[in-house]
């Protein structure tokens, strides 16, 4: 599943494709999956940005003013295996025809969603709507965080569900706890676990959107931009899809668990579980 940085590496890709362009109209056969869009027929795309795994086309009609309480946003959430491309093909849903062209999302297992809503009004969506700070931002802080991980539960599962953090999936989740040598299930991490998870994934991030995202072997899911251009963080994967090879730091293979119905990586040796008495 698209995950922060290859959300980021969309809109960073398409933004030259949408800024400053009318949307003339938005064509699909599924309402329910695809809510409101033809709310963006004949507004301008001012800009795009993103939240989390969310990309958002900010839509303003072509009279309104900046600010315009009627100011609308389209909102993208990828799915699995959602993308946009330039040409239409077998599994395209949506067709966003502007006025210098045509851009089509295709998503073979159908999980992508759309929805324009008024500039800021998330009600209908709890996940965007109880999003955690982005972690690149300044907003995310590491007492802020540390404070939050001194009561959580499982931490990958925290991880997973937005709160803390936004924009970390499956993937990002199992390499930054891989690079702070905490176990997926820890629970109520220590001040010091929290510290080094803080910045693993920070740094995990920051390596991964400049990279362009990952790029998986699965057939639908395989994650490409419109042009084609694969992701190149895959290759820097030290335990995700790595079961059974050794790992970087000690060379005990890798293991992978079920946790929270989530496929987990991780080293045995350097991600120990601590029991509540190493607190």
């Known amino acids: 599943m698209p995950e922060l940085p290859e959300v980021e590496t969309t809109r960073r890709k398409i933004e030259p494709l949408l800024a400053g362009r009318t949307i003339l109209s938005v064509t699909h056969d599924a309402p329910h999956r695809y809510r409101d869009t033809h709310l963006a027929h004949g507004r301008r795309v001012s800009g795009l940005s993103r939240r989390g795994k969310y990309l958002m086309l900010h839509l303003a009609a072509s009279d309104a003013r900046e600010g315009d309480p009627h100011d609308l946003e389209f ?27 045509k851009l089509y999302f295709h998503d073979p297992r159908r999980f992508g969603k759309m929805a324009v809503v008024p500039a800021g009004e998330y009600g209908g ?22 404070r939050l991980a001194a009561t959580c539960g499982a931490v990958k599962p925290w991880l997973l569900s937005q709160k803390p953090v936004s924009g970390v999936g499956n993937i990002y989740a199992d390499e930054s706890l891989w690079r702070a040598r905490i176990h997926p299930a820890q629970t109520r991490l220590t001040r010091e676990e929290a510290g080094r998870l803080f910045h693993a994934i920070r740094e995990v991030m920051h390596e991964a959107v400049e990279a362009g995202g990952s790029s998986l072997g699965d057939g639908l899911g395989n994650y490409r ?9 895959q290759v820097r994967h030290r335990v995700y899809g790595q079961t059974g ?22 080293c045995p040796h350097c991600q120990q579980l601590r029991g509540e008495e190493g607190r």
């Open 245 to 266: 090879k050794p790992c970087p730091r000690c060379g005990t293979p890798i293991e992978k668990i079920v946790l929270a119905q989530r496929g987990t990586h991780f």
């Open 75 to 101: 909102i993208v959430h990828l799915g699995m295996t959602g993308g946009f491309r330039l040409e239409e093909g077998p599994h395209t849903r949506v067709t966003v025809e502007t006025d210098v062209g």
């Open 225 to 233: 931009q419109h042009d084609g251009e694969a992701g190149a963080f």
């Open 125 to 146: 969506m709890p996940t965007l709507s109880g999003m955690g700070p982005e972690p690149l931002s300044d907003e995310f802080r590491e007492e802020e965080f540390a």
